[in-house]
Each structure stands twice: as C-alpha cells, then as structure tokens.
C-alpha cells in the first residue's frame, strides 16, 4: 500500500507530466504554426537591422553632408538662401522634405521655424518648430521657447506663458530654465497676474543666482509681490 508520501510524489510527478505533456501535445499540433512564427520574428529582425544598415544610416550621412552650407546661410542671417539653396547647395526645406526622419532632416525643421520666425511668418514658424523631432536637450527646448515667442508675436500671451512653462521645466539646467522663466513672467506681470510673476522671478533670482538675469529678477519679484498684496 503506497504511503501518504508516495502518494504526495507521484501525484507531484503527474502534475509535472501533465504540464509537459500539454506543452508538447501544442507544439506538435501547432508546430507549423510555431515555426512560421519564429521564421516571421527573425525576417522582421533582418528586415529592421537592414533597414538601419542599408539604408536610414547612409541616408543621415548624406542628410549631414548637405545641411551644412544651409546653417552657414544661416548664420549670416541669408535666410531665403537658408531655407531654398542657391542653386549649387540646397537649403533647409529640400534637406526637410527629403530626409525627414533623419537627424539633420529634424534639425532642418527647427532651422526652417527659426528662419520663418526671423522672417514674421509665425504660423509658418510654428508649425515647422512643432514637428521638429530632435535629439538634443537644448535645442528640444529651444524650440518649445522659439513656439512661445511666436505666439508672443500673434498676440496669444497665455499660449505663449504655457509654452514658456513648458520649456522652463523640461530640462533643469542654468542656461534656459532662467531664461523661460523670465519670459513667462513678464507675460504674466503684463497680464497683471502678479502672483504667478512674482513665483517665476523669484525662482530665478533664488534657484538661479549665477543667471544674469538673477539680480533684475530678485528686484522684479519684490515689485510683483508688493503688487500681489
């Protein structure tokens, strides 16, 4: 007579079988099935790992060797040479519209919204900045802020502040969260909002105190919160 212990084992021993043998009983009925599924993984992987080798790495070089003369158009304030080329060199929107998805192609964006924002197209400018994709953690942010100054230019203050915030509070760093932060609260001094001017000045002159705006921000926010009561 098999013992209570034996009886725990093999009823152990069964419940052990029966897993396996139902995994095996649905690899074997499903084997083909199994395996088509396998083989649709690996070409997804070869087709993705091609993809990048074959062609979206060479088309990010070809994009970096041609966005340069644009930026040097740029950089000397030659804004319709930047934007179209000047007929040996293409500009930023040949660069954008052609290698889109690449690194350059995004950064073409945020050249083409910076370039319309300087030229007083801002509906232009906000559109190109808004579908600037970019990998930097300044420029990300720039671009947020450069969307607020153009909202600032179409006389929409609040769109602007939001922007203002967003960019402030994206990436901590000693350069533009300041400088945001400023900016949203002038717009919000002018909208006579003195409470919120007056927590956006003092953060700068308090957690910002190395900033060159710290010091007309800490006289700022003794104004804006005698305003505030």
């Not at 997804?44 to 070089?61: N, S, T």
């Not at 319309?116 to 802020?145: C, F, N, T, W």
Request: proline share 3%; glycine share 6%; with cysteine.
């Amino acid at each position: 007579m098999a013992s209570k212990h034996d009886r725990k084992d093999e009823q152990h021993d069964l419940d052990l079988g029966e897993v396996y043998s139902r995994t095996e009983l649905f690899l074997e009925k499903n084997k083909r099935a199994v395996s088509i599924a396998v083989t649709g993984i690996l070409v997804v992987v070869a087709a993705v790992l091609g993809y990048k080798r074959f062609y979206a790495e060479p088309r990010a070089k070809e994009a970096s060797d041609l966005i340069w003369k644009a930026q040097y158009y740029f950089e000397i304030d030659s804004l319709d040479l930047a934007i179209n080329g000047d007929g040996n060199y293409f500009g930023f929107q040949y660069i954008a519209d052609a290698y889109g998805s690449t690194p350059s192609g995004e950064l073409a964006k945020y050249y083409l919204g910076n370039c319309y924002l300087q030229k007083g197209d801002y509906e232009a400018a906000i559109d190109y900045l808004k579908k600037a994709d970019l990998d930097d953690d300044i420029l990300s942010v720039m671009a947020i802020g450069c969307i607020g100054d153009a909202y600032v230019e179409l006389d929409r203050p609040q769109d602007a502040i939001d922007q203002f915030e967003k960019a402030a509070n994206m990436r901590t760093n000693d350069m533009t969260t300041p400088m945001y932060l400023m900016k949203a609260a002038i717009l919000y001094q002018q909208n006579g909002d003195w409470g919120k001017a007056a927590k956006a000045f003092r953060r700068v002159a308090q957690d910002f105190p190395a900033s060159p705006d710290a010091n007309e921000a800490r006289k700022y926010a003794a104004r804006a919160e005698a305003m505030a009561g």
